[in-house]
């Protein structure tokens, strides 16, 4: 009997995951945090230019990105895989874990480039595609926007792509599972920071001082009214509070008092509304308070929403690959992500791949002892292999 083509696709991907596997966890040995991903951003370009990629080095700082054509075709295709580690001490036990105090690979990313990493090779040395593929290594996803630092150092008017995609591991979906949903995918991210100005005063006698304090606690208890009361209950968004500074000893009331609140939405309308109540709302508390107050609000991430046509075109392929039971319609998370400012400028689709159950895999991101699952990687570069083949055709 004759195999599928996709069977044998997964089967050549598979011999040679193993030395990806070992890539992989020279990467997570040696974590490195937002723009500083130079040991792996190195290791990234000499793999690809010993398979015939054209490297572009120093995109958003420490970007990398591999370029291959082949044939004449002008269809372009992006596909990014994010480097950065995390500020996490790891608590693994694994042989291959850090060796940098305060930093680990906890969310997975020496997983996702090491997968594109395989995908890159199988596709150098056994796919006869048509048109040009770019590889985007990017750097600073974790809260620093690497993405926006690529595009800004012209990432699509160097690299132009037709369209873009990635893919992030995902706990608590088996192996071998492919999540994928139309639409709005993450949450936007916002940082707002509160500064309470009062009068410092002896703690016996407050009266002569005022007190930030009793505000600051009025405000943390009050947001959640924003979401729970102003905003449909259809619509999603969290309000939360991940920093109260103030004073530093028993009995002195502080002069001021600083409030950090993270926000995220998955609707932009939601996402303004939020916004202007919280700069209403704190400017209320605070006179009600005779105090003076700053809100200062930084719009991060936007919502990460994936376009239609391309959710289908990789839903298929999904379907193609792994078969039909396991291509699954993965909900919204309020996580948020960089690529979201590359889906702004580029349609496309972000894509969650099943990184195990239980022990197998299946601690969360952003703890510890998390690691990303070896047994996921050759799924994740078969399913980049086949998206790649069938699109630059």
Same mark, same amino acid.
């Given at each position: ?11 050549a991907v598979?011999?040679?995951?193993p030395?990806?596997v070992?890539?992989? @966890?020279?990467? @997570?040995?040696?974590?490195?945090l937002a723009?500083e991903?130079r ?14 990629y054209?490297?572009?080095r ?9 370029t291959?054509?082949k ?5 372009a295709l ?12 790891e ?21 996702h480039t ?12 056994s796919?006869?595609?048509?048109g ?19 595009l800004?150092?012209?990432l699509f008017e160097r690299?132009p ?6 893919l992030?591991?995902?706990?608590g ?6 999540g994928?949903i139309?639409?709005p ?6 940082r ?6 009062g009068?410092?005063?002896?703690g016996a006698?407050p @009266? ?8 600051a ?11 729970s009361r102003e905003?449909?209950?259809l ?9 109260i500074q103030a ?6 009331v502080?002069?001021s008092a600083?409030?950090k609140i993270?926000? !995220? ?22 006179q009600?308070y ?7 609000y930084? !719009?991060k991430?936007p919502?990460?929403?994936n ?6 075109y990789?839903?298929?392929?999904a ?10 319609e ?12 590359m889906?702004?400028q580029?349609?496309?689709a ?15 991101v ?5 690691d ?10 078969a399913f ?10």
């Amino acid at each position: 009997m004759t195999q599928s083509p996709t069977a044998s696709l997964r089967q050549a991907v598979q011999a040679i995951a193993p030395e990806f596997v070992r890539i992989r @966890h020279q990467i @997570h040995a040696h974590p490195e945090l937002a723009f500083e991903e130079r040991r792996t951003s190195d290791l990234v370009a000499e793999q690809l230019a010993a398979w015939g990629y054209a490297v572009h080095r120093g995109l958003g700082t420490t970007g990398v990105v591999g370029t291959l054509r082949k044939g004449d075709g002008g269809k372009a295709l992006g596909i990014r895989a994010d480097m950065d580690a995390l500020p996490i001490q790891e608590q693994t036990g694994l042989d291959y874990a850090s060796t940098i105090a305060g930093k680990m690979h906890a969310c997975g990313h020496d997983g996702h480039t090491a997968i594109l990493l395989c995908a890159a090779k199988y596709l150098a040395e056994s796919v006869d595609f048509n048109g040009t593929l770019n590889l985007i290594f990017q750097p600073a996803e974790e809260n620093e926007g690497g993405a926006l630092h690529m595009l800004e150092d012209g990432l699509f008017e160097r690299f132009p792509c037709d369209e873009v995609y990635a893919l992030h591991n995902s706990p608590g979906m088996p192996v071998g599972q492919i999540g994928v949903i139309a639409g709005p995918a993450m949450a936007s991210f916002d940082r707002a920071t509160v500064t309470l100005h009062g009068r410092g005063a002896h703690g016996a006698m407050p @009266h002569h001082g005022i007190d930030p304090m009793q505000c600051a606690a009025s405000i943390v208890l009050g947001l959640q009214s924003i979401v729970s009361r102003e905003i449909d209950a259809l619509k999603s968004a969290v309000i939360t509070v991940g920093s109260i500074q103030a004073g530093s000893t028993y009995n002195v009331v502080p002069e001021s008092a600083t409030i950090k609140i993270g926000v !995220r939405t998955l609707d932009p309308r939601v996402r303004t509304l939020v916004e202007t109540r919280i700069r209403e709302f704190v400017t209320a508390q605070a006179q009600s308070y005779q105090l003076q107050s700053e809100v200062v609000y930084e !719009r991060k991430y936007p919502v990460l929403v994936n376009h239609a046509v391309q959710t289908e075109y990789a839903r298929q392929a999904a379907i193609r690959l792994v078969g039909t039971d396991n291509v699954v319609e993965r909900p919204p998370v309020m996580g948020s992500e960089d690529f979201a400012y590359m889906l702004e400028q580029r349609p496309g689709a972000y894509i969650r791949l099943g990184n195990g159950l239980g022990e197998d895999g299946g601690c969360m991101v952003h703890n510890p002892q998390y690691d990303f699952n070896d047994k996921a990687l050759p799924v994740g570069a078969a399913f980049w292999a086949h998206l790649a083949q069938s699109y630059l055709v």
